[in-house]
C-alpha cells in the first residue's frame, strides 16, 4: 500500500474540484477520481441553471404546466421547500427568478414577474413524481446540489484510508493525512484571495464556506451578490463569509448558506442551537466564532511547509 500524498483535479459545475489521497496507488487514484468526476457531472447534467439541456431547466421553462421529474429533482426540491419553510422564506429556491432577471444564468433575456412567485407555489404530486410551478417561476437549488455531489462522491471513496475533496472551498475530509495527522484547513480572507484569516484541523468532517463575493455584479447600475433573503427580495447584508463545521458537507453548506441569508443575529441563534463550530466575518470586519470553531484552530504558520 502506497503512502504517499497523491492529488488530482478536475473541472465541473464551472468551479475546480481537488481530490487529495492517503494510501492508495496511482492507478487506484486516477479510477476513483474519474468515478466522482463522473457523479459530479451527472448532477450538473441535472441540476445546472446554465445548461438549455439539464433537467432543470426544462421544469424552469414549464410556464406553469407540470412536469414529471427524476427522484433526484424530486427530493431535492422538496428539501429546499423544506428549508424554506424553516426559516420563513428568508430561504426559497425561487431565487431563480431574480438571479435570471440579472442575466446570472437561464432563462436568457428573462423579465422578473411583478409578484415574484415563492416556495409557497410550488405544487408537489408525489404519486406521479411530479413538479408544477407558477408561470415565471424559476427555481436554482445550487446551494445543496454541490455538497450532495461531494457527498456521493465521498461514497465512492469508500475504503481509502484518507482522502479530501475540496469543490470550489467546500470541503470533505475522511481518514487522516499523512502519519496519521488531521487535516489542516485554511480559511480565505473575502477581501484578499491571497490572504488567511484562520486555519483548523478536522477529521471526518465537512466544511463550508459561504459568501457574498463567490458570485456577484451589476443590474441597473445596483451591485448584487447570489444569497439573495426572499422575504424581501434583496441581497443579504451583515455577513460577509460564513464558515461551518459539520459531520455531512450537504450539513456545513446548508448551515454557511442559511447564516448569511438570516443574518448575524437569526444565523448566529440558530447555529448555536445546532452547536456546529462556526467563524463568521460581518461587513465591517469583526468576526464571530464560537468556542467548538477556537478548539479546531491552529496557527495559520502550520499550513506553510
Same mark, same amino acid.
Not at 477520481?33 to 445548461?51: G, L, P
Not at 421553462?61 to 421547500?81: L, W, Y
Given at each position: 500500500?502506497?503512502?504517499?500524498?497523491?492529488?488530482?483535479?478536475?473541472?465541473?459545475?464551472?468551479?475546480?474540484?481537488?481530490?487529495?489521497?492517503?494510501?492508495?496507488?496511482?492507478?487506484?487514484?486516477?479510477?476513483?477520481?474519474?468515478?466522482?468526476?463522473?457523479?459530479?457531472?451527472?448532477?450538473?447534467?441535472?441540476?445546472?441553471?446554465?445548461?438549455?439541456?439539464?433537467?432543470?431547466?426544462?421544469?424552469?421553462?414549464?410556464?406553469?404546466?407540470?412536469?414529471?421529474?427524476?427522484?433526484?429533482?424530486?427530493?431535492?426540491?422538496?428539501?429546499?421547500?423544506?428549508?424554506?419553510?424553516?426559516?420563513?422564506?428568508?430561504?426559497?429556491?425561487?431565487?431563480?427568478?431574480?438571479?435570471?432577471?440579472?442575466?446570472?444564468?437561464?432563462?436568457?433575456?428573462?423579465?422578473?414577474?411583478? %409578484?415574484?412567485? #415563492?416556495?409557497?407555489?410550488?405544487?408537489?404530486?408525489?404519486? $406521479?413524481? =411530479?413538479? @408544477? !410551478? /407558477?408561470?415565471?417561476?424559476?427555481?436554482?437549488?445550487?446551494?445543496?446540489?454541490?455538497?450532495?455531489?461531494?457527498?456521493?462522491?465521498?461514497?465512492?471513496?469508500?475504503?481509502?484510508?484518507?482522502?479530501?475533496?475540496?469543490?470550489?472551498?467546500?470541503?470533505?475530509?475522511?481518514?487522516?493525512?499523512?502519519?496519521?495527522?488531521?487535516?489542516?484547513?485554511?480559511?480565505?480572507?473575502?477581501?484578499?484571495?491571497?490572504?488567511?484569516?484562520?486555519?483548523?484541523?478536522?477529521?471526518?468532517?465537512?466544511?463550508?464556506?459561504?459568501?457574498?463575493?463567490?458570485?456577484?455584479?451589476?443590474?441597473?447600475?445596483?451591485?448584487?451578490?447570489?444569497?439573495?433573503?426572499?422575504?424581501?427580495?434583496?441581497?443579504?447584508?451583515?455577513? %460577509?463569509?460564513? #464558515?461551518?463545521?459539520?459531520?455531512?458537507?450537504?450539513?456545513? $453548506?446548508? =448551515?454557511? @448558506? !442559511? /447564516?448569511?441569508?438570516?443574518?448575524?443575529?437569526?444565523?448566529?441563534?440558530?447555529?448555536?442551537?445546532?452547536?456546529?463550530?462556526?467563524?463568521?466575518?460581518?461587513?465591517?470586519?469583526?468576526?464571530?466564532?464560537?468556542?467548538?470553531?477556537?478548539?479546531?484552530?491552529?496557527?495559520?504558520?502550520?499550513?506553510?511547509?
Amino acid at each position: 500500500m502506497e503512502n504517499k500524498i497523491l492529488h488530482r483535479l478536475f473541472h465541473t459545475m464551472g468551479i475546480a474540484v481537488h481530490c487529495t489521497f492517503i494510501g492508495i496507488s496511482d492507478k487506484d487514484a486516477d479510477i476513483r477520481t474519474a468515478e466522482a468526476e463522473k457523479i459530479f457531472s451527472s448532477y450538473d447534467e441535472r441540476f445546472s441553471r446554465f445548461k438549455e439541456t439539464s433537467e432543470l431547466h426544462r421544469l424552469n421553462t414549464s410556464n406553469g404546466i407540470p412536469q414529471k421529474v427524476s427522484i433526484e429533482m424530486f427530493q431535492v426540491i422538496k428539501e429546499c421547500v423544506m428549508l424554506s419553510k424553516e426559516t420563513s422564506g428568508a430561504f426559497d429556491p425561487s431565487v431563480g427568478s431574480i438571479l435570471a432577471s440579472y442575466g446570472y444564468g437561464l432563462p436568457a433575456n428573462f423579465i422578473l414577474p411583478d %409578484t415574484i412567485p #415563492t416556495y409557497e407555489s410550488i405544487v408537489f404530486n408525489n404519486q $406521479d413524481l =411530479e413538479i @408544477t !410551478l /407558477a408561470p415565471g417561476q424559476v427555481l436554482e437549488p445550487a446551494s445543496l446540489v454541490k455538497s450532495i455531489a461531494i457527498s456521493a462522491a465521498g461514497q465512492a471513496f469508500d475504503g481509502i484510508p484518507g482522502f479530501m475533496i475540496n469543490a470550489g472551498g467546500d470541503i470533505l475530509t475522511r481518514g487522516t493525512f499523512e502519519k496519521g495527522l488531521p487535516w489542516n484547513i485554511a480559511i480565505q480572507d473575502p477581501r484578499n484571495p491571497r490572504a488567511i484569516v484562520a486555519a483548523v484541523s478536522i477529521r471526518n468532517a465537512g466544511m463550508a464556506t459561504s459568501g457574498v463575493y463567490q458570485a456577484h455584479g451589476e443590474h441597473q447600475g445596483k451591485p448584487w451578490h447570489h444569497l439573495i433573503n426572499m422575504q424581501n427580495g434583496n441581497t443579504t447584508r451583515g455577513i %460577509t463569509s460564513a #464558515t461551518v463545521i459539520a459531520h455531512t458537507c450537504e450539513e456545513a $453548506d446548508t =448551515e454557511a @448558506t !442559511l /447564516a448569511i441569508l438570516l443574518g448575524p443575529t437569526l444565523g448566529v441563534m440558530r447555529l448555536e442551537q445546532r452547536g456546529f463550530p462556526y467563524f463568521l466575518i460581518l461587513d465591517d470586519g469583526t468576526i464571530r466564532k464560537n468556542a467548538a470553531f477556537t478548539a479546531l484552530e491552529v496557527p495559520i504558520d502550520t499550513l506553510i511547509s
